[in-house]
C-alpha cells in the first residue's frame, strides 16, 4: 500500500526555503523581541494626532514599517505550522504569534481611534498641507468613510486585545481538518489498496478515471466528514454569529453590507456575480455534466465523478519540473520583468510542493512585503496541478510586482480583484499549450482544462458564495445553524443548479465542509469576479498584443492604489455593468459547445 510520507521524509527540494525570511528559529526569536521592544515607536504618538500633518505622516510611517516586520514573523510560524500542523512546536509557534500580533493589534488602535476622532474635514487638510502623506491618501480616505460604524477607544482596543479568540472558529477548523481528521483506506479497480486523506481525495482521487477508486474513496472521504459535521456546523455557525453581532455592533444595514465594504462592492455588483451566472451558466455546465456521463459510459452521473477526466486514455502524466517549464514559458508573454520573478519562484525554492502527513490542503501563495511570495500546493504528477501551479504563481506575481512599484500600505488590492491575476495565468496556460499543438485529442483535453478551470471558479467557488449569501440572510433573521441546516442548504443549492444532470446523494451536501473560505469573509464570490476580468482581459492580450500586456501590468503593479472598478478599467475591462458577466459565461457556452462537437467528430 502507497504510504504517506511524514514531513522530515520528503525531500527538502520540494519543501520552500523558510530561511529567506528567518536564517535561524533564533533569528525568528529574537526579531519578535525587537518587534514588542519598538512598540513604543509608534505608541509614543498617542494623544498628538490632532497636532498636524507632520505627526500623522510620522505615526503612519512608523506603524508601517513595525506591520512588515510583524507579518513577516507571522508569516514564519504559519507556514511552517501550514506544512506540518501536527508538529507542537510549530502549534506553539504560531499561538505565540497570534498572542504577540493581538498585543501589537491592540496597542495600535489609538491611530484609527483618534483619526476618526479628528473634526471634519482635518484628513483633508492635513493631505493638502503635506505632500507626503499622499502614499497614505487612500488608506485615509477609506478610513474616514468607516466613521459612522466606529465604536469608542476603548471598545476598539477591547475588541483588538480579543483578536487571536474571535479568529479561533477558523484555527479550529484547521486543526480538526488537518491534525485530527483520518480515513479508512480504499481499493482501486485493480485492487490495490490505497491511502485516503483529504490532499489526495481533492487532488488526485477526485479527478482519477478509475471510477471504482474515485467511487470508492469518495464514500471514505464522506465518511469521515460526517463524523465530523456536528462539530464543524458549531464552529462556523460561531463564525457566522461573530460576524453579524460585530455588523450590529457597528451599526451596518447588515452583515453583508460590513463584509462589502471593504472590498470596495456594491450589492448590485455582488448579486450580479452570483445571479447571473448561476442562472445562465447553469444549462451549459448539465450540458457538460451529461457529455461526461455519455462519454464516460456512466449509467449514473454522480456528484463525485463531475471531475472525472473526459478522456481516461489522455490524462498527461507531468512531473513538477515539467510543469514548471511549460508554465515558465507559457508566461513568457507578460515581459522579463514577470518572467524573471516566476524564475525566481521556481529556482529559489519558493514552491512547497510535497505531500505529506499535516499538511494544508488545497493550495494558497502567501506574499510577505520586503521578502517575496511563497506557494503551497500538493504535487500528484497530473497536468490539472500544472494550472493549479499556474494560479498559485499568478498570485505570487501579482503581489511581487505591487510589493516593488507600491509601499506596504499599497500592496493588496480589494478581493472583488484579487483573482483575476492568477486565473490569466491559467487562460495564458491553456493558450499556449494549444498553440503548441496541432493534436485535436490534445486541443479537446485543453478545452476540458479550461473548463475545469471555470468550474473551480464559476461553479464550486460560485456556489459557496450562494450558500454563504443564504446563510447570512438566516443568520440576520437569527436563524440558528446546525449540520442539518448547512446540509439543507448546501443541497437546495447544487440541486438547484444541476437540476437532473447530476445525481445528488446526500454526501454532497456536506460540501461546506471541505473549503476553509468560509471563514474569510465575501471570498468565495470574488473567484468568479477575478475570473469574468481575466477572461475578458485575456481576451484583449489576444486581439491587441502587446498594449493589453502592457494595461494588465499596470493593473498589476498599481497594487492597492486603486478601486476594483478602476484596477479592471485599467485593464481594459468595464465590470460596472453585467456584460462582461454575460460574456463569460457565454464563452464558456462555447467552450462546452466545442468539446461535444470534437467528441462528435471522432
Known sequence: MEKRLSRNEVPVEATWRLEDLFETQDAWEAALSKIQADVPNVTKYRGKLHEGARMLLGVLIAQEELLVRVYQAHAYAHLHLSVDSTNPNYQTDAARMGDI????????????????????????????????????RKTLLDLLAKKPHQLSPETESALASLSEVLESPFRIYKRGKLSDMSFDSVEDAGGSTRPVSFALYENKYEMSSDTTLRRNAYASF???????????????????????????????????????????????????ILDIIQAELAPHMRCYAKLKQRELGLEQMRFCDLKAPLDADFSPSITFD???????????????????????????????????????????????????????????????????????????????????????????????????PSTMNELLLAEHIVKQSDDKRMKRWVIAQLLNTYYHNFVTHLLEGELQ???????????????????????????????????????????????????????????????????????????????????????????GTLSPLELMKLAGVDMSGPEPIRSAVAYVGSLVDQLEQLFEAE
Open 322 to 420: 515539467e510543469a514548471g517549464k511549460l508554465v515558465q514559458d507559457a508566461l513568457q508573454v507578460l515581459g522579463t520583468e514577470y518572467s524573471d520573478i516566476m524564475g525566481e519562484a521556481f529556482t529559489e525554492r519558493w514552491i512547497d510542493y510535497a505531500d505529506n502527513v499535516g499538511k494544508s490542503t488545497g493550495a494558497f501563495c502567501s506574499s510577505i512585503y520586503g521578502a517575496h511570495s511563497y506557494v503551497l500546493v500538493s504535487w500528484a504528477d497530473n497536468m490539472r496541478g500544472a494550472f493549479t501551479l499556474a494560479h498559485e504563481v499568478g498570485h505570487a506575481g501579482h503581489f511581487m510586482l505591487a510589493g516593488r512599484y507600491q509601499r506596504f500600505v499599497n500592496t493588496r488590492p480589494s478581493l472583488y480583484f484579487i483573482e483575476a
Open 101 to 136: 500580533g493581538a498585543s501589537i493589534m491592540t496597542a495600535m488602535t489609538f491611530i484609527r481611534s483618534e483619526i476618526l476622532s479628528l473634526p471634519d474635514g482635518t484628513i483633508e487638510a492635513y493631505l493638502e498641507e503635506e505632500p507626503e502623506l499622499a502614499p497614505f
Open 222 to 272: 464522506s465518511s469521515t466528514l460526517r463524523e465530523y459535521q456536528n462539530t464543524f456546523a458549531e464552529t462556523y455557525a460561531t463564525q457566522v454569529k461573530k460576524q453579524v453581532i460585530m455588523s450590529r455592533l457597528r451599526g451596518y444595514e447588515s452583515v453583508t453590507h460590513m463584509m462589502l465594504e471593504p472590498q470596495d462592492v456594491s450589492l448590485e455588483m455582488y448579486h450580479n
Open 469 to 559: 449569501r443564504r446563510v447570512y440572510d438566516l443568520a440576520m433573521q437569527d436563524v440558528p445553524m446546525n449540520a442539518k441546516k448547512l446540509n439543507d442548504l448546501k443541497g437546495e443549492v447544487l440541486s438547484q443548479f444541476w437540476g437532473d444532470a447530476v445525481e445528488l446523494d446526500e454526501d454532497a451536501k456536506m460540501t461546506w465542509m471541505r473549503q476553509p473560505h468560509y471563514y474569510m469573509s465575501l471570498y468565495p464570490y470574488t473567484y468568479a469576479a477575478g475570473l469574468t476580468a481575466s477572461t475578458a482581459a485575456a481576451q484583449l492580450i489576444k486581439e491587441q498584443g502587446q498594449p493589453a500586456v502592457d494595461r494588465w501590468l499596470e493593473a498589476l503593479k498599481a497594487g
